[in-house]
């Protein structure tokens, strides 16, 4: 079966990718091709960052990491005691590892083959897919938006996924074959995982689900490829350090390299790859609509000496022409948030580069 969808989309939907730029710069991966001795510390200036040493990395709790079980949470029987564990990492992590997700073996089989074939092609194959101007969906990289400031040591393809008429089959790579398809079937699974998550995720609040139901409609997904650098892994970033613009992101790893961090009580955490889980974070939006109760963190990625790393994150969103607003349980509690226009916001975070959890602090009501 081929995948095909109109182009473009309605307003309303399409253009979460379209509302931020990006400045072009070299690809990362042939830069990484590159001999070890050639890789000296002037030819990848930029990617050097300085203050990647600032806070401590503290892989002894990796194991803390929080996992809920969705068939546990979807059964009357176990649902209360899993409920517990979810709203225990939503307040207290941010991530968890989501386990019995339900997306058949074959579908994630499908999606990883096809992104590590796509990242395998040859650079001028790839490039048929590149960025356009004004938009962020295709291959290249994103957040660069000044001709100085520090690059990430990545790059990625991005696309519009769901609804199926705000795609824009351009950036549809048809290499590999089965990709497209691929794609498609992991798609529409996420979205029911991310409906069960977010609906679950409304009962532990004693929100009524369909306040939460118009809020994860729209998904996007980012398939990156970080390869390795051989000559100082230690200096360099995949991903810098920020939290996501999203109401929900699920993340694939793709090939269980080691990279991704949560930062913890001020301090990194090495999350381990899981070959049977997911990995499910608060966005900001949710960290907006709760009040602050469930936290957007601060997450990067960090670079392999030997090894490329390969993931794909869905991140699933309102429509642009929404609201997200705070939900306060009773009259004393303190609103901490600002009724945010969502298309603004999608404008501020698309559009700046990647500082820490900066996109979410103009959401916040000023003095408090």
Known sequence: MEVEAPSGGSTGESNWLKVGTTIPVRNVQALASSAANELTADKIERYIHLDIDAHAVLAEHSDDVPVVDLGKLLN????????AKLRFACEEWGFFQLVNHGVPDEVIAGVKRDTEKFFQL???????????????????????QSNDQKLDWGDLLGLCTQPPQARDMSYWPSQPRTF???IEEYSSELMKVADSVVTSIAKTLDYDPDLMADK??????RMSYYPQCSSMPEKVLGFSPHSDGSFLTILLEVNSVQGLQIKWHGAWIPVKPRCDALLV??????????????KSIEHRVTVNAYKERLSISSFHVPKLDG????????????VLYKKTNVEEYARLYMSNKLDGKRALDHAKISGI
């Open 281 to 294: 974070n608060v966005g900001d939006l949710l960290e907006i609509m709760t009040n602050g109760k469930y």
């Open 216 to 221: 994860n409609v729209v998904q996007t997904l």
């Open 122 to 144: 040859p650079l001028d194959v790839k490039n048929v897919y590149a960025q356009r101007p004004g938009d962020l969906q295709g291959y290249g990289q994103a957040f660069v």
């Open 180 to 182: 497209r398809n691929s």
């Open 76 to 83: 009357a029987e176990t649902g209360e005691a899993e409920a």
């Open 323 to 334: 609201i997200i607003m705070p939900i306060v349980g009773i009259m004393e509690e303190k």
